[in-house]
């Protein structure tokens, strides 16, 4: 493997293919920091004296997280399409973004060359 860096300029981003990127990374946050936020609620609700409302108040949480999970991935995947589109739309007029890359060489180096 060639370690050559070459320069190739992005011009054009899938919009679909940005809108899963950024729904999956969002879901990969927000299990972590649900995760985070569910165990200091359950922390607060364990320390709390009203017992007739834990039962309620763990199934809301647990109702909340469960709405977050899918809810903000959905929001992530919308934001990455908006994202990609207003790229496509502003890349032109700029000239793209360029990006370093190395182990190209050759033939490939062709390819990536105007991407």
């Known amino acids: 493997m060639s370690n050559v860096h070459s320069k190739i300029r992005l011009r054009r981003v899938s919009p679909l293919g940005a809108g899963a990127i ?13 995760g985070i936020f569910l165990l ?19 199934a809301g949480i647990i109702g ?8 903000y991935p959905v929001m992530g995947f919308i934001a990455g399409v908006i994202y990609a589109f207003m790229f496509n ?13 190395s182990g190209l060489g ?10």
């Open 22 to 34: 950024c729904a999956a990374i969002t879901l990969v946050f927000t299990i972590i920091f649900g």
């Open 40 to 58: 200091i609620a359950a922390a607060g609700m364990a320390g709390a004296d009203a017992a007739d409302f834990a039962g309620a108040g763990a």
């Open 64 to 71: 909340g997280l469960i709405a977050v999970v899918i809810v």
């Open 89 to 101: 739309l502003i890349s032109p007029m700029i000239g793209g973004l360029e990006l370093t890359v």
């Open 106 to 115: 050759g033939e490939s180096e062709e390819v990536w060359k105007d991407v």
